[in-house]
């Protein structure tokens, strides 16, 4: 008898039918010589301190560096603390009944290093010895796992994803533990939550905030001049900035009197797009944000929903390339499509004889290829899986069309002693982007209508006109933006010779940006302005502190993710590596104790009864005198005091007027809070304006 555990119920009931295990029982199939059951994402996880004997935030206990880390059973919270979820655990006695029934194992949880851990830390909590085979699939239709089951791979092949699995998962503990207690202790206020990809990421947006809101924004005014020739009307623009507005409309007015420029450079050069690459999971959930406004999280979430339906192949994938030997399936896939009415026009757009083979590459792919479809077509799916499914159909259409071939021409225009340009872009052979018609997507004041236009010839002036602009500063971060800069963190670093070492490491895996995204949100570190992401004054208090310090070195992160590459490939020791992550929690956790005080640069508040310092807290603001020993809480009438308000309140003795506050009737009321000299609070109502009637 063998056992198979998959990671998810659906999954499992899938491979219950495809080995003929149709008895269904409870928690598991039986039959065929067959018992398939499963968990439920992470049955098992890494034991809390208090399963070490270590209760509460004590200075004295850190830094928490067990000699050997302990599973348990997955805890859900309950109130302030956490107990066991009973559902997780009577699977996992059902798991461990099927492990004991069976002489050995298939593993089928999903075939990736989260996978990996899912499978040998329940493995590992139940003390199993049955020896155990690995179903690797790259998608779940029955052709995929019925040529899995009959090439099982031996269990001991994915050891070294296992170790680097289990050393990030052990990493995120030891730093996120520690480093969250640490600091949490050293400010004596509220819960600061810190992590090893978590406060790099913070780190990254707070960064970017600051520096746009710093941005010291420069007026400048170009020339714009009209132009109309063989019926086509077209601009160009001046190569001069002025910063002086009188001087700029001196040269209009120059400008307009000759009325005429010399055409003195043409220049044509052919250009070649190549085709864009299958997507990466992080590559999909930038594209769905730019155009369907999608989370990295809920994108990940319908694209799994997309693979268990068996409509994609395994989407949690770093490779955007496939292996030689699935080349050969691409043409029926792209024959399957073509039958679907919403794709027919599009795939009619592209011959097999012209397919394009830059996909394939043995050597760039990891664990799993690129994101592709399967020959199982969807006919009926919701909104959002529609348009992420269209995305990716889409994309592998482009991927396999040939190179877009352009033809750029730069004109060089004269007038006096001023130069105009104009840059014009005509389609030669529109290539891939046939598929979506996508042709204009090139930069600001680029022209792809131009005629003829001669070395040494006139054009007419038909219009001038001032254009006032202003420097810009850098972009805030939208969410694509965001997982552009987490994949290519390495490229970011200052230090020249790291930069070239990390060039193209990362900051977290495409499986878990979307997540550390999200606890970012739910910390309340950060939050959507539009489609910008920015960080909220609580994350900004946390950025200005651990700004300079280990746990939010981006440098750092990303030689861990190359560390836990070397791990997987075997070309470092886990002990190795978890010796130097040791030293490092202690590093970590020394830094953060010495950290005494808030130190806000905003901040040059004082206290009102004996106008020492005051520091802001992230429910408090105190005065730093233990003597003094003043303080008000933030949360008044359910109204957290933003840092205007306590600032207005401290230096004026009065806010702005507060709306929305909840009495203890419950209804709501708008109101001043005031400041009296001995620091006690008020209130002062709004007085209602009389109204005239006629």
Same mark, same amino acid.
């Given at each position: ?10 999954v499992?009931?899938?491979?219950a039918?495809i ?12 039959g065929d010589?067959?018992?398939?059951t499963?968990a439920?994402g992470h049955?098992?996880g890494? @034991?809390?301190?208090e ?6 935030f004590n200075?004295?206990s850190?830094?928490?560096?067990p ?7 997955r805890?859900v ?17 059902i798991?461990? *009944?099927?492990?004991e029934?069976?002489?050995s %194992? ?10 990996e851990?899912?499978f ?8 199993? !010895?049955?020896?155990f085979?690995?179903?690797w699939? &790259?998608?779940l ?6 040529n899995?089951?009959?090439n099982?791979?031996?269990g #001991? =092949?994915?050891d070294g994803?296992?170790? @680097? ?7 995120d503990?030891?730093i996120?533990? $520690?480093?969250t ?11 600061y939550?810190?992590g090893?990809v978590?406060?790099?990421t ?12 710093s941005f ?5 005014? !170009? ?14 623009? &001046?190569?001069?900035?002025w910063e002086?507005?009188?001087?700029a409309e001196?040269?209009v007015?120059?400008i ?8 003195v450079?043409?220049e044509?050069?052919?250009?070649a797009l190549?085709?864009p ?5 992080t ?13 990295? /999280? ?7 929903s ?6 994609? &192949?395994y989407?949690? #994938?770093?490779a ?11 043409p029926?896939?792209?024959v399957?499509?073509g ?8 795939v009619s757009?592209?011959k ?13 792919v ?8 399967t020959e199982h077509? +969807?006919?009926?799916l919701?909104?959002h899986e529609?348009?992420?499914y =269209? ?18 021409t730069?004109v060089?225009l ?7 340009t104009?840059k014009?872009?005509?389609?030669t052979?529109?290539?891939?982007k046939?598929?979506?018609?996508n042709? $204009?997507?090139?930069?600001?004041d680029?022209?792809?209508?131009l005629p ?5 010839g $006139?054009l007419?002036i ?9 420097t810009k ?9 965001l ?11 200052e *230090?020249i010779?790291e930069r ?9 895996t +495409?499986?878990t940006?979307?997540s550390?995204?999200e606890?970012l949100? =739910?910390?309340?570190? %950060? ?21 300079d310090?280990?746990?939010? =070195? ?10 836990f ?8 020791e886990?002990?190795?590596?978890h010796?130097?992550? /040791? ?6 956790t020394?830094?953060?104790? %010495? ?9 040059d508040l004082?206290?009102p009864?004996? &106008? ?21 809480f ?12 306590i600032?207005?309140?401290?230096t004026?003795?009065r806010?702005?007027l507060?709306r929305g506050?909840v ?9 001043y ?12 109502f709004?007085k ?7």
């Amino acid at each position: 008898m063998k056992a198979i555990l998959a990671e998810k119920p659906s999954v499992a009931h899938e491979l219950a039918r495809i080995v003929g295990a149709t008895e269904r029982k409870d928690g598991y199939f039986i039959g065929d010589d067959f018992i398939v059951t499963w968990a439920f994402g992470h049955l098992v996880g890494l @034991a809390m301190p208090e399963d070490y004997g270590i209760k509460g935030f004590n200075r004295e206990s850190l830094p928490i560096i067990p000699a050997d880390f302990l599973l348990t059973s997955r805890k859900v919270k309950s109130g302030k603390g956490y107990v066991y979820d009973e559902g997780s655990k009577r699977q996992l006695e059902i798991i461990g *009944d099927v492990f004991e029934k069976c002489d050995s %194992i298939i593993v089928a949880t999903d075939a990736g290093r989260e996978g990996e851990v899912i499978f040998r830390y329940i493995y590992e909590y139940l003390d199993c !010895q049955k020896p155990f085979e690995r179903l690797w699939i &790259s998608s779940l239709t029955e052709k995929a796992i019925i040529n899995g089951l009959n090439n099982l791979k031996k269990g #001991t =092949d994915f050891d070294g994803i296992y170790y @680097a699995g289990r050393e990030r998962s052990q990493s995120d503990w030891l730093i996120g533990i $520690n480093a969250t207690q640490a600091l949490t202790i050293s400010l004596g206020d509220g819960l600061y939550s810190l992590g090893r990809v978590q406060t790099p990421t913070l780190s990254l947006i707070c960064k970017r905030f600051i520096d746009h809101k710093s941005f010291e924004i420069k007026n400048y005014f !170009q020339i714009e001049l009209g132009h109309q020739k063989e019926g086509i009307i077209f601009k160009s623009l &001046s190569v001069d900035k002025w910063e002086d507005r009188a001087k700029a409309e001196s040269a209009v007015r120059s400008i307009e009197r000759v009325g005429t420029v010399n055409v003195v450079e043409v220049e044509k050069k052919p250009s070649a797009l190549q085709a864009p690459l299958l997507f990466d999971l992080t590559g999909l959930q930038k594209e769905a944000n730019k155009k369907l406004g999608f989370s990295a /999280e809920k994108t990940l979430e319908i694209a799994q929903s997309l693979y268990e339906k068996k409509f994609i &192949s395994y989407p949690r #994938t770093g490779a955007k390339y496939i292996p030689e030997d699935v080349w050969s399936e691409i043409p029926n896939l792209i024959v399957a499509l073509g039958a679907a009415p919403a794709f027919k026009e599009k795939v009619s757009k592209i011959k097999w004889e012209r397919y394009n083979k830059h996909i394939v590459n043995d050597v760039k792919v990891t664990d799993h290829h690129g994101i592709l479809i399967t020959e199982h077509i +969807p006919t009926m799916l919701n909104a959002h899986e529609n348009t992420l499914y =269209d995305l990716i159909a889409c994309r592998l259409l482009e991927a396999i069309s040939p190179t877009c071939h352009r033809e750029i021409t730069s004109v060089t225009l004269e007038i006096l002693h001023y130069n105009f340009t104009i840059k014009a872009i005509k389609i030669t052979s529109p290539g891939w982007k046939l598929i979506n018609g996508n042709f $204009n997507e090139e930069e600001d004041d680029v022209i792809y209508d131009l005629p003829q236009l001669e070395k040494g010839g $006139n054009l007419k002036i038909t219009d001038v006109k001032l254009v006032a602009k202003q420097t810009k500063p850098p972009a805030l971060f939208t969410e694509a933006e965001l997982l552009s800069a987490m994949e290519n963190a390495g490229n970011s670093i200052e *230090d020249i010779e790291e930069r070239k070492a990390l060039k193209g490491i990362g900051i977290g895996t +495409p499986a878990t940006r979307a997540s550390v995204i999200e606890t970012l949100f =739910d910390r309340s570190y %950060i939050c959507r302005e539009k489609k910008s992401i920015i960080p909220t004054e609580k994350g900004l208090l946390v950025y200005k502190i651990v700004a300079d310090k280990k746990i939010a =070195d981006v440098a750092m992160t990303a030689q861990w993710e190359l560390a836990f590459e070397k791990i997987q490939n075997s070309e470092m020791e886990a002990a190795e590596f978890h010796a130097e992550l /040791e030293k490092l929690t202690e590093e970590v956790t020394r830094e953060l104790l %010495i950290e005494k005080i808030v130190e806000d640069g905003q901040q040059d508040l004082s206290c009102p009864k004996c &106008s020492s310092r005051a520091f802001l807290r992230e429910k408090v603001i105190k005065c730093s005198s233990e003597k003094c020993g003043w303080i008000l809480f933030r949360k008044v009438c359910g109204i957290q005091l933003t840092y205007k308000n306590i600032e207005a309140l401290l230096t004026k003795k009065r806010t702005p007027l507060i709306r929305g506050m909840v009495g203890h009737s419950g209804k709501l009321f708008d109101a001043y809070i005031l400041l009296s000299e001995d620091g006690a609070t008020s209130f002062e109502f709004e007085k209602k304006k009389k109204r005239k009637f006629k």
